[in-house]
């Protein structure tokens, strides 16, 4: 679509593009579990980058590559999330350059689509997020011993 606006010079248009998020949710459903395990997978980096030499080159050899963009490794690992945080960004990019009414329509039906799917990503996180704290409480709860009394004076104390 974008090559064939380039080549023909007419403006995008976006009605083109509503059928495919209709099925946003769909395609970008594996990106809620990737999103809830990066917390955990930058804690397995830093281990490991302390851990392992091979590691350590590993990540170097990353930095170094062009095609990567000479990124680090957690910014790479970061970038899916911060795709899901675009997409209703550049679709607004576009509604302000669209004079079409059915353009309109589809772009705003678009950005709803979007912004629903970030917004239950988010609220998964904090979900995950409750849950680690609660996981925490129930591990300083379950490793509290109770001192049980020698005599009834104590109890009486």
Sequence with gaps: MLQYS???EEPLQPAKMEEGFQYFSQFFTPYIPYCL???DML???RQKYKESEVFREFLLWVQSKRTLGRLHLT???AKPMQRLTKY???LKAVLR???DGDGRASLLKMIEQAEEFATRVNLELCYKQQYDSLQSIMQCLESYDVIEA???ELDKV
Excluded: F, G, K, M
């Design 6 to 8: 380039r080549q023909t």
């Design 37 to 39: 395990a990066h917390v």
């Design 43 to 45: 804690c397995y980096i």
């Design 75 to 77: 910014d790479l690992l």
């Design 88 to 90: 209703p960004l550049l």
């Design 97 to 99: 350059n669209t004079t």
């Design 150 to 152: 020698a005599n009834d």
